[in-house]
């Protein structure tokens, strides 16, 4: 019998409807944001199969206009709806676009935007909304992919002396490959268009809320369109990958849509040429929790020390959390991968940490019909690799007082992390019902 996939789509409005920090740079220093230059949505895709015995295969994808989602309201929210639409929490993604122009919804992070509890209710209900729609939006769709690449990214860590400085370096390594995913109407219209690249949107850092280079090419896709074609940006392992700023421009938001138009450009080529389709596979799902190991834990005399000499006041706030909360200490923080298999050419590993580009390449070297996607369910910092830990800089040392982390990770995370994605790669499929 041949398979049918039927998919359904939503997007709901979140742009804060009042004034609170944003998320993403301590430079703002937890000030409420000043304007708004572009809208912040949520782009949800669900998908739902009849499998032979005909009971309900379905699984859920949602992309957020945010930094990245908690792990305690990715659980939340991941348990609600499955309460409420019996799609199981192994078979969903919480994803973010890792926008640093969005409200902060972490309470583990320091220094880099506080979360308004007013607003994490706001977001749960339009969650909600989102999924009723896209629940009740599902018809037989066909897919097709097509491939390009885009070169609006460039490694953001460069040598200089003996250390490692947020700087662009043309030489390091990138991943410059663009995936655009089709889901096309059995009539013929775009229901939905699904965009992955892996790079940071960091464009910006006003006090403005923004969707960045990525929320501008969405809209622009989506007004190319129908109206109700539904096109979500789904960021890859670009944790050491910034986007390369124009050299003339007369504002923030300009380079912004310098960018964004840039990108969009780039995946209308690809959506212009000759797309290959893709037959669905029976929707499949899988979930794997693993921990990572921290390096040495700093002592209470060590953390005693920071909070009387250092001259930061995030880094104090760090370590007086610690000292107030040493159960906190934990040497090791939960991993979680999951595994959205959608069709032949199209599975989804979705992990929550902020990956750095190696980790997207290892994936894709495993099988090409692997799509890596950073910044899900949750958030446990950067995951470096352990030459980078050897080396220094920002991503895997100085970022841990901001991510709310005792101390780095350990040399022995790159082993076990590629060690649980080649695990859940190779596991059996296990079909949602």
Not at 55 to 80: C, T
Not at 114 to 134: C, G, K
Not at 227 to 249: E, M, R, W
Request: glycine share 6%.
């Amino acid at each position: 019998m041949e398979l049918q996939l039927s998919v359904g789509t939503a997007k709901v409005d979140i742009t804060p409807p009042f004034a609170l920090p944003l998320a993403g740079f301590a430079s703002r220093n937890n000030r409420n944001f000043e304007n708004i230059d572009s809208r912040l949505y949520l782009r949800t895709f669900y998908f739902q199969q009849h499998s032979t015995d005909g009971s309900k295969l379905q699984s859920l994808l949602l992309s957020a206009d945010i930094l990245f989602w908690s792990e305690e309201l990715a659980d939340q929210l991941r348990m609600r709806i499955e309460r409420q639409w019996g799609i199981k929490v192994d078979a969903i993604i919480l994803h973010a676009t890792h926008t640093h122009s969005g409200p902060a919804i972490s309470m583990r992070t320091i220094g880099i935007g506080e979360p308004d509890p007013n607003y994490l209710v706001f977001l749960e209900q339009a969650v909600m909304q989102s999924v009723e729609q896209a629940v009740g939006d599902a018809e037989p769709v066909n897919i097709q992919m097509g491939k390009g690449i885009s070169e609006i990214g460039v490694n953001r860590r460069k040598k200089n002396g003996d250390q490692i400085v947020l700087s662009p370096n043309p030489e390091g390594v990138t991943d410059p490959e663009l995936r655009v995913y089709v889901f096309t109407t059995l009539s013929g219209k775009k229901k939905g268009v699904l965009t992955h690249f892996a790079c940071h949107p960091t464009l910006t850092d006003r006090n403005s809320v923004s969707s960045e280079f990525c929320g501008y090419a969405m809209e622009r896709l989506e007004n190319r369109y129908d109206s109700l074609t539904v096109c979500a940006y789904l960021q890859g392992c670009g944790g050491d990958i910034n986007p390369v700023k124009p050299n003339v421009a007369e504002s923030n938001q300009d380079v912004i849509s310098i960018v964004g138009q840039r990108f969009a450009d780039d995946v209308d080529a690809i959506l212009s040429g000759e797309l290959e389709w893709l037959e669905p596979n029976v929707l499949s799902s899988r979930r794997s929790i693993a921990v990572l190991p921290f390096a040495e834990i700093p002592t209470k005399d060590k953390l005693q020390r920071v909070v009387d000499e250092s001259a930061s006041a995030d880094v104090r706030k760090w370590a007086q959390s610690f000292l107030e909360q040493p159960d906190k200490l934990r040497k090791q923080f939960r991993f979680e991968i999951t595994k959205l298999e959608i069709a032949e050419g199209l599975t989804f590993i979705a992990m929550n940490g902020e990956m750095v580009v190696e980790y997207g390449l290892f994936l894709k070297s495993c099988s090409p019909v692997l799509v890596p996607l950073a910044y899900s369910n949750g958030m446990i910092g950067y995951i470096t690799t352990a030459n980078q830990l050897q080396e220094g800089g920002y991503e895997p040392i100085e970022s841990v007082t901001y991510f709310g982390l005792p101390c780095p990770f350990d040399q022995a995370v790159e082993a076990e992390v590629k060690k649980q994605l080649m695990a859940i790669i190779d596991e059996p499929k296990n079909e949602e019902e």
